[in-house]
């Protein structure tokens, strides 16, 4: 940034493709939000950065459009895998409210660096799949966004991750399996049966994506892994089950997609573990993109993904 003869500071940047993107201003050394954008990311131990959004020349998938809208609600429960309260974010398509319909629904899992939030502040779940419904394009589902770290939620304040003997093995320790897919089971008009059940998940959240999925094929037959960690030399482990039955996961398995930037430092991980997938006969589609570990990719990624569900 330059400091002009009026003293105000400015900088210009781009061209830019259209997407959200994050800012923060360093004054002196100390890092700082703007004081004058309510727009603020999600964070986990910590503020959000600053937002703003570069708009293209006609509305992208992830904004406000003159469609039917969903609506978002925050619930509060107790993880018996965690022993901690939790909250978890729940869209609801249009017409949820007014029906007695059951809808299928994703499992949607943040990153290592957000909340139970972050799809919503951040991904614009909410509005991409507004706008997919009303194009005809993704099926009415509900979206189920849980709290990804171990211990309570971040806004019940600052907790040390106590993790459960039985979760010590995992890279990242959840309770989707069983606590959030009970409780929203009991809450909300979610059709049964895995054929009615999908999860994805960013980064961190793409590898509680691949665990929990691949490993609950009786529970999900869509996964999706955004820009996933993957920790490869625990791949064979990991996968056991998936691997030692080909044939069998691929009769169960309808959908499995992961995507990668070419520019993510995750990348090479990702062709590996493409590549032992192939070896082991495991169907599934790898997209390559443009970009790194951003989430203008996540959002294509959701754009692309939520259409292929529960057909």
Excluded: C
């Excluded at 703007?34 to 703003?52: E, H, I, T, W, Y």
């Excluded at 920790?231 to 056991?240: I, L, P, T």
Aim: glycine letters at 8%.
């Amino acid at each position: 940034m330059t400091k002009g003869q009026d003293g105000v500071w400015s900088a210009t940047i781009g061209p830019l493709r259209a997407a959200i993107y994050h800012y923060r201003f360093t004054v002196n050394g100390v890092g700082a939000n703007d004081p004058s954008n309510p727009m603020l990311g999600a964070a986990d131990r910590a503020v959000g950065q600053s937002l703003f959004e570069v708009k293209g020349d006609k509305p992208s998938p992830w904004s406000v459009q003159a469609v039917p809208h969903g609506n978002i609600h925050i619930n509060t429960y107790v993880s018996k895998t965690m022993n901690a309260p939790r909250n978890i974010y729940i869209y609801t398509p249009p017409g949820y409210e007014t029906s007695t319909a059951r809808y299928p629904a994703l499992y949607l899992m943040h990153g290592a660096g957000g909340s139970e939030s972050s799809w919503i502040a951040e991904g614009r779940a909410n509005l991409i799949l507004d706008n997919l419904i009303a194009e005809g394009k993704a099926k009415p589902m509900i979206i189920v966004m849980p709290y990804g770290r171990a211990g309570q939620s971040t806004t019940f304040g600052p907790a040390p991750v106590v993790v459960p003997e039985d979760q010590k093995n995992l890279t990242f320790p959840n309770d989707v399996v069983p606590d959030v897919i009970d409780y929203v089971e009991k809450n909300y008009r979610i059709a049964a049966g895995a054929d009615n059940r999908a999860i994805a998940g960013l980064s961190m959240g793409g590898n509680q994506t691949l665990i929990i999925g691949l490993n609950h094929l009786d529970l999900f037959h869509y996964v999706g892994a955004f820009s996933p960690v993957i920790m490869n030399a625990n791949a064979d482990q990991d996968f056991k089950t998936l691997f030692a039955d080909a044939a069998g996961s691929n009769k169960k398995l309808k959908v499995f997609n992961i995507y990668i930037g070419k520019e993510d430092t995750l990348y090479m991980s990702n062709v590996s573990f493409h590549q032992l997938l192939d070896q082991h006969q495991i169907k599934h589609v790898f997209t390559e993109t443009e970009g790194a570990h951003v989430w203008w990719n996540w959002r294509d990624y959701l754009v692309d993904y939520a259409p292929r569900l529960f057909r």
